[in-house]
C-alpha cells in the first residue's frame, strides 16, 4: 500500500487532478468489469455493444472509450463543469487513450513477437491514467471553443464506430481476435 501512495504522491499527482483521481480509479475498475460482463451475460446483444465479444484488439479498445464517458457523466453530475469543454476535453483524452494502447500494444508485440496478459493489463491501467492526464493538460491549454453539436457529435460517432464494427468488422489485424 505504501507503494501505491508513494508512486501516487511522486508521479500521479502531477499530471492527474486530485478530484479526478477517484474516477480514474473508477474507470479502471469499470475497464476490468466490462472485459467479463458479455460471457456474464450469455451473450446478450446489447451488452455486446459495449463490451469486447472477443480477444480483438478493437474490442479491448471498448475497455477504455466506455468507462471514461460513463465516469465522465458521473462527474459532470457531481461538479457540474461547463458542459461542452468539460466533454470535449474528455473526448480527446478518451482518444488519446486509445491511441496509446493501439501504438505501445503493436510496438511491444511486434518487437517480442506474442502479447503477455501482464503487460496487457499494465497498458490498460496506463492508458486510463494517460487519458486523465491528458484531460487535466487539455483543460490548462487549451481555451479553444467548439460547439455543442460537434463535442457530442464526436462522442456519438465514436461509439456508433464501435457498435458497426462490433458487428460488422473489417478483414483488417485491428479486427482479428487474438490467440492466447
Not at 8 to 36: C, E, K, Q, S
Not at 41 to 64: R, Y
Not at 128 to 141: N, T, V
Request: charged letters at 15%.
Amino acid at each position: 500500500m505504501q507503494i501505491i501512495r508513494n508512486a501516487y504522491n511522486t508521479y500521479l499527482r502531477r499530471y492527474i487532478a486530485p478530484r479526478d483521481m477517484p474516477y480514474a480509479l473508477t474507470a479502471v475498475v469499470l475497464g476490468f468489469l466490462n472485459h467479463f460482463l458479455y460471457q456474464l451475460s450469455g451473450g446478450s446483444a446489447f451488452i455486446a455493444l459495449i463490451c469486447p465479444i472477443n480477444e480483438s484488439v478493437w474490442e479491448h479498445l471498448k475497455l477504455l472509450f466506455f468507462p471514461i464517458l460513463f465516469v465522465s457523466a458521473a462527474q459532470y453530475l457531481r461538479y457540474r463543469p461547463e458542459a461542452v469543454r468539460f466533454f470535449y476535453h474528455r473526448f480527446l483524452a478518451a482518444i488519446c487513450a486509445v491511441g496509446v494502447t493501439i501504438i505501445v500494444f503493436y510496438t511491444y508485440t511486434g518487437m517480442i513477437g506474442r502479447n503477455f496478459l501482464v503487460m496487457d493489463i499494465l497498458i490498460f491501467v496506463f492508458s486510463i491514467f494517460s487519458a486523465f492526464a491528458a484531460d487535466a493538460y487539455f483543460c490548462r491549454r487549451c481555451t479553444k471553443r467548439t460547439s455543442q453539436a460537434a463535442t457530442f457529435s464526436l462522442w456519438i460517432l465514436v461509439s456508433l464506430c464501435y457498435f458497426v464494427f462490433t458487428c460488422f468488422p473489417p478483414d483488417i489485424p485491428l479486427f482479428f481476435s487474438a490467440r492466447r
